[in-house]
């Protein structure tokens, strides 16, 4: 069945230390995308990526980075510099990165809970 | 900016009732608006996408509309049944978002046996 996995569901956090979260899709998806999910919020975007070896950055994508190096993968780093991580973090793709006249929603994967230790 | 609310944050209602989630947002020119479901500890499935030319969209028990003039969305389901219990959000496309979604922080709906 073609979906996104994210790994590890669970990952726990020490001071001064950069965590990587991994995100994989099988649904040959163009566009990809990082999400954090605070308690009583909406979803905001860190980084997205429409194509290859190509990624914006979202509305909070400071004390993260990403890379796109394979059009599966796109795997998010939380660095010492994010100084209040904990949080749920989603990964989504979708067919094309234009959102604007897409009758393709984004698919989702079941995210990473991220803690500090 | 856009912004986009979904009022009531929580919702519990016996189980067969009807039932209305809204959803409002700031800036009526966005060009589609989308209804997804999230279960505890899990990703977001998507329910409904409609483009801003659009009023309504169905899917089985579900049916969303769209008023752009009065920055208005209702997810309206039919016959409520315990297994609808999840946390329901609505995010908007537009364009000061460089053309990504926008979101609604979500309402959570309890159906009672």
């Known amino acids: 069945d073609g979906g996104i996995t994210q790994s590890p569901k669970y990952l726990f956090r020490k001071e001064g230390q950069n965590v990587t979260l991994s995100c994989e899709q099988n649904l040959n998806h163009d566009a990809m995308y990082w999400y954090r999910q605070d308690p009583g919020q909406g979803l905001r975007l860190i980084y997205y990526s429409q194509i290859v070896n190509d990624f914006q950055k979202g509305d909070i994508a400071e004390g993260y980075s990403v890379s796109r190096e394979k059009k599966e993968s796109f795997p998010l780093t939380v660095t010492s510099a994010q100084k209040n991580p904990t949080a749920f973090y989603l990964c989504?793709?979708?067919?094309?990165?234009?959102?604007?006249?897409?009758?393709?929603?984004?698919?989702f994967g079941d995210g990473t809970r991220l803690s500090i230790l | 900016k856009q912004e986009v609310t979904q009022i009531p944050a929580a919702l519990s209602v016996p189980e067969g009732e009807n039932l209305v989630l809204n959803c409002s947002f700031t800036?009526?020119?966005?060009?589609?608006l989308q209804w997804f479901r999230q279960d505890p500890g899990k990703g977001l499935t998507s329910l409904l996408l409609?483009?801003?030319s659009q009023r309504e969209q169905t899917s089985g028990r579900l049916n969303a509309s769209l008023d752009k003039s009065s920055g208005r969305s209702t997810l309206y389901i039919a016959a409520s049944q315990p297994g609808d219990s999840a946390t329901y959000l609505c995010?908007?496309?537009?364009?000061?978002?460089?053309?990504?979604?926008?979101w609604g922080a979500g309402t959570k709906l309890i159906i009672k046996p």
């Open positions: 989504a793709s979708s067919l094309t990165g234009d959102l604007k006249y897409s009758n393709q929603p984004q698919h």
């Open positions: 409609i483009q801003s």
């Open positions: 995010a908007v496309c537009t364009m000061d978002s460089n053309y990504q979604l926008i």
């Open positions: 800036d009526s020119a966005i060009y589609n």
